[in-house]
């Protein structure tokens, strides 16, 4: 069953840090959809992918995530 997780992203600082953390989050086993907002510093994040993986993929990406 799907679910949406919402992470607070910081380090993003233009579009292209956006698409990055986007493309790494829908990487993620389980993912079925990553909205990524910069102004909201903001992820959203649709499927049934573990939070763990999802945190470490914006890590790997090179910016900071936490569950809102």
């Known amino acids: ?3 949406i ?11 292209h840090c956006v698409m990055h953390t986007k493309k790494a989050l829908e990487a993620v086993s ?6 990524v907002n910069l ?5 959203k ?8 993986a999802l945190i470490n ?3 790997e990406a090179g910016y900071s995530a936490e569950v809102e």
């Not at 102004?39 to 992820?43: T, W």
């Open 1 to 3: 069953m799907s679910s």
């Open 45 to 52: 994040v649709t499927g049934t992918a573990k939070v763990d």
């Open 57 to 59: 993929a914006v890590k």
């Open 30 to 35: 389980g993912v079925e959809n990553a909205e």
């Open 39 to 43: 102004e909201a510093g903001a992820a």
């Open 5 to 15: 997780i919402n992470l607070k992203v910081t380090g993003m600082t233009c579009n």
